[in-house]
């Protein structure tokens, strides 16, 4: 049995736990405020293919650390997870890293839609946590740019009863717009290109499908103004229409190129101040159901080349709940809704079981994000040498105590 002694809940009472386990221990946690384990919906961990960026070795250490229990894969790996073969073949992959690293991560994956691997949907209809659809190029090759397609996929999901969840920027209008920023060279160009607009445009398409098929549709890495109000009136409609939104887009601005360079490159892009200041409103109206890391790990070097060659994305698993828990002290958010975007909201939409997963958290721990003990493979983070204030200690995955210092 593990004993949690004394900790105290995100009311602030108290209250001792325990929990079935092979092994007897118990944990004075006088200063831990518990959470449940968290789960992040969207992650890049990079297997099968692009393991020079991430894997489950390490990806496994930088959720914990970041007090995950669960997450979501993203396909666009190499191959992509596109047919039922691929599928196979990355959960084996992924099993056998996390039996190597010793840590049971619980995961779903997304399957990535194809046009010419549709049929592929009903195979594997029971094993993904849903569809994911690019509606505009990022990382990898995975994009559905006709109409014609986009429909048959919001028909076979909603015929499958599966969610889809939208990568919403308009692929023609970012070809059209590249076109007109033909000469950019200096990365901050990427908000420009990929303006709001490119996002909205989408966001509404992919609404009107969901209108139309009755699709459950999840709107990832919501990131404008123009996006939230799309959501909230296709919400007040009643459509089964949620929202993600990212760490790095409540917590910087397209002001950040200038310090961060080609690793504020990010798809969809950093944003004006106005937008962030929109995305905290609309978790404060429940337009925002979620958050979710899009960690999406690259490599120093590739992160260093210039616009144009430098790819979009950055990490993030480990740092998104300290960020939350600083902005908490700062009064911008309750403890009751971070356990709702990163845990309760999840987990409902995607109808996930409950578990008895707990993070304990130091709530007044103060600590510098540092790049050399993250976890990541990529080892590096856009907030490195920030203070921020609130930290996991421990997480009870499944049963098994892992104190976040030793692993
Ligand atoms: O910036 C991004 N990076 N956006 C995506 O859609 C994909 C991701 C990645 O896989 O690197
Ligand atoms: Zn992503």
Do not use: D, K, T
């Given at each position: 049995m593990l004993k949690i002694q004394n900790a105290v809940t995100i009311d602030g009472s108290r209250m001792n736990l325990t929990i079935e386990s092979t092994k007897d221990f118990t944990l004075d946690a006088q200063n831990l405020t518990i959470f449940p384990g968290l789960i992040d919906p969207h992650v890049h961990f990079r297997t099968p293919g692009l393991e020079h960026k991430e894997n489950w070795l390490t990806a496994a250490k930088a959720a914990l650390a970041g007090g995950y229990t669960t997450v979501f894969d993203m396909p666009n790996t190499l191959p992509p997870t596109i047919t039922e073969t691929s599928l196979k073949e990355k959960k084996a992959l992924i099993e056998a890293q996390l039996a190597e690293v010793g840590i049971p991560l619980r995961y779903e994956l997304f399957f990535g839609a194809d046009k010419k691997h549709l049929s592929e949907i009903h195979k594997v209809k029971h094993d993904v946590i849903g569809i994911k659809v690019f509606m505009g190029c990022s990382t990898g090759n995975l994009v559905i740019d006709d109409d014609e397609s986009l429909h048959a996929v919001f028909a076979i999901a909603a015929s499958q009863n599966l969610i889809v969840a939208v990568h919403a920027e308009d692929e023609a209008l970012i070809i059209e717009r590249k076109k007109q920023f033909s000469d950019a060279k200096h990365y901050c160009d990427h908000s420009k290109i990929r303006n709001p607009e490119v996002a909205a445009r989408a966001v509404a398409k992919a609404i009107a499908l969901c209108r139309i098929y009755e699709t459950k549709l999840y709107i990832l890495h919501v990131s404008t103004a123009d996006e939230i109000a799309l959501i909230a009136k296709a919400k007040e409609e009643g459509l089964p229409v949620y929202a993600e939104t990212t760490p790095h887009h409540l917590f910087l601005d397209d002001s950040a190129y200038d310090n961060l360079q080609g690793k504020?490159?990010?798809?969809p892009p950093l944003r004006a101040e106005e937008h962030r200041k929109a995305l905290w409103n609309a978790i404060k109206n429940n337009v925002i159901d979620t958050i979710g890391s899009d960690h999406a790990p690259h490599t120093n070097t590739e992160k260093s080349q210039a616009y144009g060659a430098c790819p979009s994305g950055m990490p993030g698993i480990e740092t998104t709940l300290p960020l939350l828990l600083t902005a908490h002290h700062e009064g911008l958010i309750t403890l009751e809704k971070i356990v709702s975007l990163t845990q309760k909201r999840p987990r409902e939409i995607f109808g996930l079981p409950e578990n008895n997963d707990v993070v304990l958290v130091d709530l007044n721990k103060t600590r510098f994000v540092d790049n050399a003990t993250l976890k990541t493979k990529c080892g590096w983070s856009v907030f490195a040498g920030q203070e921020l204030r609130g930290w996991p200690l421990y997480v009870i995955m499944n049963g098994v105590l892992y104190d976040l210092a030793t692993i």
């Open positions: 504020a490159v990010v798809n």
